[in-house]
């Protein structure tokens, strides 16, 4: 069955993106999330922008996930470059295994994956080469204007051994119901190596289960 996990947390109010209260949120409803790191004055800290004092500390985000469920998974969004030894620590530390690295620059990436991270390599249509292809876990499936993929190449990158991370439309402000449908009508909801990040979680689950 489709994975889906939450943008950002599970957030009502768009104040509450990548806050504790988000967070808490999500993995108290069973669902995973993605989340953006950085870091600031030496430490991991959560922030889609520029960190500053007031953004989660990776503890604080780690402590709220294993509270909850730490066995739910997590997309960490790499905002900065050089954040492999933070990062290597604070996953040892809170023995997170359920998880995946994505979006860094591609030579921060080859770092990521000589340090044995579990890496998501890119594709939209504006990179429509992976990189690191033959490396990556998986593929982080983007469509910024319209969906450009199709259903084969969903499953050619499973049959490569590849999970994939569809990104939903509405965190493009666009309607997500047409991808959803798209992949309901190509059975890829059942899938377990297909995942869907969605700012509405639980309008995605039901529409899914319905």
Not at 4 to 12: A, C, F, L, P, V
Not at 74 to 85: C, E, P, R, S
Not at 88 to 110: C, G, T
Not at 168 to 183: A, G
């Amino acid at each position: 069955m489709i994975e889906i996990i939450s943008h950002r947390g599970y957030w009502k109010k768009g104040e509450e993106k990548n806050q504790a209260v988000a967070f808490e949120h999500s993995f108290n409803l069973g669902f995973g999330t993605e989340t953006d790191f950085r870091d600031y004055n030496g430490k991991l800290v959560i922030s889609h922008d520029i960190a500053d004092a007031y953004s989660v500390n990776s503890d604080e985000f780690f402590g709220i996930h294993a509270k909850c469920n730490s066995n739910l998974p997590l997309a960490i969004n790499v905002k900065a470059d050089g954040l492999q030894t933070l990062l290597k620590s604070v996953l040892s530390k809170f023995n997170i295994s359920n998880y995946f690295v994505f979006d860094m620059s591609v030579p921060d990436a080859l770092l990521y994956l000589q340090h044995d991270f579990v890496v998501y390599s890119r594709q939209s249509e504006h990179e429509k080469e992976p990189a690191f292809y033959d490396k990556c876990a998986g593929i982080w499936l983007d469509a910024f204007v319209n969906r450009w993929y199709d259903a084969d190449l969903i499953r050619a990158h499973i049959t490569h051994r590849k999970k994939v991370a569809i990104v939903s439309f509405d965190l493009h402000k666009r309607d997500p119901i047409p991808l959803w449908q798209y992949l309901k009508d190509n059975r890829l909801h059942e899938c377990d190596d297909v995942m869907l990040c969605t700012d509405i979680p639980e309008d995605a689950l039901s529409f899914f289960n319905s």
